[in-house]
């Protein structure tokens, strides 16, 4: 049971309102919910009638919630949630692209590539500053240097600046420079990190663990919202199973199912899917067509020289091409729901 207090509701109202449930042998506490403020969630045992718990001072409604995940299931908000970022939004039934490299790697490759896939029809720019890699001998990325050249770049162009906060010890730093900071597959659970990102006035792009469960991920998701950061986006980028043909698989199933269970936009991120450059387009259509609210797509304008997934970054005439067949799918499944 969720309990959403009128958005007068004194702290002394909301203290009213845990003790008055608590004394009842239920456990409460206040949560952030987002745009709905002053929230106490009831850990109950069993169904509670919620017709004593509206008649408490300051309660405005009381919805029972039946999910593990509250603030992110859909019932407790029905509509769908859009996420501003800049002009663009995320989630309105438009369908958002994402592009860039996987690194960034000079400031003449940043801004070659993000001159490119904005004329191709990108609107928002992705690049690694801070990377994780398997090897501790892989390029890391260019960590402060990478931010300070991704700022040049939304100045250049104007597009909005996705990147990952690796650790928490760096997530200042890095929502200083993004628009969007993104969360990786291997952090989806590090919970200090995502209890930080609860704190941030920026919008958080939450990626899938790549085995992790639909309820897992949006469980995390759920720190984030209940830290009082109502602006996250899913992000499913392929798990982890037997095949040898690409580099993960990519769960389409996942994007209907959260779609239906949460109000939170999702995208798929079809490079790390699949790893390999000629399945990129392939999947980024299917994903149109499943109801994804965006892509997030790895383009490098030279991707053999590239220090980090070069064979799954498409070449720029791609993406445009991408951009065009995209165009009329995304028309037609607009209100997939
Ligand atoms: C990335 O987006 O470059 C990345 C490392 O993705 P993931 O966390 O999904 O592996
Ligand atoms: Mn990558």
Redesign the pocket.
């Known amino acids: 049971m969720l309990v959403v207090m009128h958005k007068r509701a004194t702290a002394e109202d909301i203290a009213q309102v845990v003790r008055a449930i608590e004394a009842r042998g239920y456990s409460a506490r206040p949560i952030q919910g987002g745009e709905r403020m002053a929230i106490g969630v009831l850990h109950n045992r069993g169904p509670v009638d919620p017709n004593w718990i509206l008649s408490l001072a300051g309660v405005k409604e009381a919805i029972p919630v039946t999910r593990p995940y509250k603030l992110v299931s859909r019932e407790f908000h029905a509509q769908d949630t859009v996420v501003p970022v800049g002009d663009v939004r995320i989630g309105n039934g438009s369908l958002v692209l994402i592009a860039g490299p996987?690194?960034v790697e000079s400031e003449e490759q940043a801004l070659t590539i993000a001159r490119q896939v904005k004329r191709a029809g990108a609107h928002l720019f992705?690049g690694?500053a801070f990377?994780?890699?398997t090897s501790p001998y892989a390029f890391q990325g260019l960590g402060e240097k990478a931010l300070k050249i991704l700022d040049r770049v939304r100045q250049e162009t104007g597009l909005p600046i996705v990147t990952?906060a690796l650790d928490h010890t760096v997530y200042d730093l890095v929502e200083e420079v993004a628009d969007v900071v993104?969360?990786?597959?291997?952090?989806?659970q590090n919970f200090t990190l995502l209890r930080r990102a609860g704190q941030s006035s920026k919008p958080v792009l939450l990626?899938?663990g790549?085995a992790a469960t639909l309820e897992e991920w949006l469980m995390a998701a759920e720190y984030i919202l209940e830290g009082g950061n109502p602006h996250v986006i899913l992000?499913e980028?392929?798990i982890r199973t037997f095949t040898a043909h690409s580099r993960n698989t990519l769960d389409l199933s996942a994007v209907p199912v959260v779609r239906k269970e949460s109000h939170l936009p999702i995208l798929v991120?079809p490079?790390?899917a699949c790893g390999r450059r000629d399945q990129v387009i392939p999947l980024s259509r299917a994903a149109v067509a499943v109801g994804a609210n965006g892509l997030?797509v790895?383009v490098h304008h030279r991707p053999d020289e590239a220090l980090?997934?070069g064979a799954q970054s498409l070449y720029p005439e791609q993406f445009q091409r991408l951009c065009e067949e995209i165009a009329p799918l995304a028309q037609l499944f607009a209100r997939v729901p």
Do not use: L
């Not at 993104?182 to 989806?188: F, P």
């Open positions: 996987c690194a992705r690694g990377k994780p890699r990952e993104q969360i990786g597959a291997r952090n989806m990626k899938r790549m992000c980028r392929g991120d490079s790390h997030m790895e980090s997934d």
